[in-house]
């Protein structure tokens, strides 16, 4: 039962540690603590939050509640020979993998994180390494139950209500409370992924080597040095792999194939100073980044951890960006846009604004889902640092993507204006109709949503 | 809500006809287009506001505003807020009034009072009452130097900044920690259309710089801004002259 009494309100921020806002933080269990809280919401409304990895105010409610999810973490059921568990929404992909690594089962999609909840990988339907072969975390969802404004426990899929679904499919908690869903695990044999890295000099050669080669592979990312410019711009790091067979383990690995470890260590402190990581600060990072990658290797065996997750390895770095946090921008634009990939990137190596990570991932297929970010294409996604004249190079930014055809990530993106996101999305009138079917007084709500008119 | 990189969506002006209200709202709209209520008195002024607005950008609604009418602050925020939050609100009405009248006529001098202290405090308490609730917004409060050290020259109309100041100051100390903060703005002598055909000043300054330091501050969370900034130092030193030199100052 959640605990009754008042409650204060508290300040939440996203990942990215910007723009924060109170709200009345209510922990709930089940779907019985799920449905009081929801009779006591105020005309604020209410939103589900699970482990806070979204970078911006996706999770955030000012002046509202906000349900604390990951109380709700039980594992409701397992079908080890179909490959399918079902499970509480708030349970996170790192006690999925803590659970079913072990049993040679993992998770469809991870993010470069595994500290999300299966119900905030539902909501931002997030995406991962394997896009380009296997699509989104909800392309592998069975079913799930959305407690909805009206009190019902709705059981949806892409079978069942599948309007209900793909608008809760990257819905950003908007449709509901996400309760419970089953989710089809992937098949692996070991805990080891065999990795190739190859190291491109810019971005025409990076672009090139993953159109030949990419299908081949299931897992896929390339790190691109942002601050390089001129000839070496878009030089970067490309990391692909598969999990290993069991018989290409080394005998001494082959006795404890699924063998799997992977808590975390160390803390970064709260004290970082504003400005720590500057223009000079990344561009060295960088230069040591890519001069220690092989320039080609081939067939190395790598943890899950290192491959999937290497920034879990340090809680809460976001904190290395100061107290005045940081933004993550990331976008797609379609196959064909090349050339706009180019000029954005050029842009911000010109802007001097340094980003510390910049990603580049080959994206396949996209989903039914109605404000699902993922499209057949190329997406880039770097860290900012929030300083002055960034709203306005966002901005420009903007403009060059969705002239494009392209679009920005709602679990990132803390600033995009709303008359271009709509632009972005021309499937956002469609999602606000089943918005107004299932939740006509607005109960669920988020700053994100005030702030984009979702 | 004022984004992760402080942009603002919604921006409320109290007396949205005044120079300040106007240049407030004009330079928001050089960063971003954005949602503009202007609440004022039905004037052929508003209506050339509002316009303006427009064509600069501007998502403009109008709403009634009378500093007069007791009831008026309550149903100009109700109207205000109708349509969505509101990120930043600038109280911007008040009068100047006429220094020689105002020392004789106690109905004039009321009327002063009524419109700048305490209308003042009435849209003040209803825009905490609505934000507190949103859980979020920014108070900015059109204060004057004229209420540091009341002159001679000036006490009726220096005497209702006084309070004013005190009120909004009071006001956002109250409202730490409930994501809501106030900023209160000294201009100098402003030369606007309140101040039309008196003589300029030294550190006078104009709407458009009072608008830059009003976004700056907001942007930067501040609590109090002086515009120009030097007016700070210049009214630290006349806030502890002693009254007998303070009362033979030429103004």
């Given at each position: 039962m959640a605990d009754a009494g008042p409650r204060t309100a508290v300040p939440l921020t996203g990942w990215?540690?910007?723009?924060p806002t109170p709200a009345t933080v209510v922990p709930v269990r089940g779907a019985d603590d799920v449905a009081a809280a929801l009779r006591a919401v105020s005309p604020r409304g209410v939103l589900a939050r699970g482990l806070a990895r979204s970078y911006n105010d996706a999770a955030q409610n000012a002046g509202g509640h906000v349900l604390d999810m990951t109380g709700a973490d039980r594992l409701l059921d397992v079908d080890l020979a179909g490959g399918e568990v079902e499970v509480e929404a708030g349970i996170s992909l790192d006690r999925l993998m803590d659970l079913f690594v072990p049993m040679g089962l993992f998770v469809p999609v991870t993010p470069g994180?595994?500290?999300?909840t299966v119900g905030g990988a539902i909501a931002a339907d997030i995406h991962g390494k394997n896009h380009h072969v296997a699509g989104t975390f909800?392309?592998?969802?069975?079913h799930l139950d959305l407690l909805t404004a009206d009190g019902e426990v709705r059981r949806i899929g892409p079978g069942a209500d599948p309007e209900l679904f793909w608008a809760t499919a990257g819905g950003m908690g908007l449709t509901g409370v996400i309760l419970r869903a089953r989710v089809r695990m992937t098949r692996i044999e070991s805990s080891r992924l065999v990795v190739d890295t190859d190291r491109t000099p810019d971005l025409d050669s990076l672009m090139a080597l993953l159109e030949s080669?990419?299908?081949?592979?299931?897992y896929s990312v390339a790190w691109i040095d942002c601050v390089a410019r001129g000839a070496r711009m878009g030089r970067s790091v490309l990391t692909r792999g598969r999990f290993a067979r069991?018989?290409?383990?080394s005998a001494r690995q082959q006795a404890d194939p699924l063998r799997y470890a992977g808590s975390i260590t160390l803390s970064a402190p709260d004290l970082f100073p504003p400005g720590l990581l500057n223009p000079a600060t990344v561009a060295a990072f960088n230069e040591l980044w890519y001069r220690r990658s092989p320039r080609r290797r081939r067939d190395q065996l790598q943890g899950i951890g290192a491959f999937f997750h290497p920034l879990d390895g340090v809680g809460n770095w976001n904190r290395v960006y100061g107290p005045r946090g940081f933004v993550q921008y990331q976008f797609v634009v379609p196959f064909g846009a090349e050339e706009t990939m180019r000029r954005a990137l050029e842009r911000i190596s010109r802007s001097g604004h340094a980003s510390f990570l910049a990603v580049l991932k080959r994206f396949g297929a996209a989903n039914p889902g109605l404000l699902s970010f993922p499209a057949p294409g190329w997406t880039l996604a770097l860290d900012i640092p929030v300083v002055r004249g960034l709203a306005a190079l966002l901005d420009e930014l903007d403009e060059l993507v969705v002239g494009a055809g392209g679009r920005v990530y709602l679990a990132k993106d803390p600033r995009v204006r709303p008359e271009v996101f709509e632009r972005m999305y021309p499937r956002l009138e469609s999602f606000r109709d089943v918005r107004r079917r299932v939740d006509p007084t607005g109960m669920f709500t988020s700053d994100l949503a005030r702030r984009l008119a979702l | 809500m004022i984004d992760a990189l402080g942009s603002v969506g919604s921006l409320l002006l109290v007396?949205?006809?005044s120079d300040i209200a106007v240049a407030t709202a004009r330079r928001y709209l050089v960063d971003r287009p954005l949602r503009i209520v202007v609440a004022a008195r039905e004037t052929p002024r508003r209506v050339t506001v509002a316009e303006e607005l427009r064509a600069a950008g501007g998502q403009v609604e109008v709403v009634d505003f009378d500093a007069d009418d007791p009831a008026s602050p309550a149903r100009m925020l109700t109207a205000a807020t109708a349509g969505g939050d509101i990120d930043v609100a600038v109280v911007a009405f008040g009068q100047l009034g006429e220094a020689d009248r105002l020392r004789t006529d106690s109905a004039a001098a009321a009327h002063l009072a009524q419109v700048n202290y305490v209308a003042a405090v009435a849209v003040g308490t209803e825009l905490a009452v609505r934000m507190r609730t949103q859980g979020h917004g920014v108070i900015v409060a059109l204060s004057s130097v004229a209420g540091e050290r009341v002159r001679r020259s000036n006490y009726v109309y220096g005497s209702t900044k006084a309070g004013m100041d005190g009120f909004f100051s009071g006001l956002g100390d109250s409202l730490a920690g409930t994501g809501v903060s106030v900023l209160v703005v000294r201009p100098g002598f402003v030369r606007s259309k309140m101040t039309e055909g008196l003589p300029d000043v030294p550190l006078s300054t104009t709407p458009e710089a009072v608008a830059e330091a009003i976004v700056a501050g907001v942007r930067g969370g501040r609590h109090t801004v002086w515009v120009p900034g030097a007016m700070r130092w210049v009214m630290s030193g006349l806030r502890h002259t002693p009254r007998a030199v303070f009362r033979r100052l030429p103004f």
């Open positions: 990215g540690r910007t723009a994180t595994r500290y999300v909800c392309e592998h969802v069975a080669t990419d299908h081949r592979y299931d069991r018989d290409e383990l | 007396g949205g006809t």
